[in-house]
């Protein structure tokens, strides 16, 4: 099977298809966590991202709150 058309903003965000993931090994040794799931001919993304567990636009603005050790705030 070839690489198919990949879906567009925001479905991509949520779906891709398996043709044009090559090593959906992942989705299975994953599974516990939820984060990629095989459906059909489809790898599926369900959301909640184990990893970020407030969501990613809450880490996202934690980071943005992150002073490094002797680099000086420049505020813009």
Do not use: C
């Given at each position: 099977?070839?690489?198919?058309v990949p879906f567009k903003w ?26 990629m799931v095989v459906n059909g ?7 909640g991202w184990a990893h970020f ?24």
């Amino acid at each position: 099977m070839g690489l198919r058309v990949p879906f567009k903003w925001p479905q991509s965000r949520d779906e891709a298809w398996k043709a044009n993931i090559p090593h959906t090994h992942l989705a299975h040794e994953k599974s516990d966590q939820n984060w990629m799931v095989v459906n059909g001919d489809k790898i599926v993304f369900p959301g909640g991202w184990a990893h970020f567990h407030y969501g990613a636009d809450k880490y996202i603005a934690s980071i943005a709150n992150v002073r490094l050790i002797g680099y000086p705030y420049k505020a813009e």
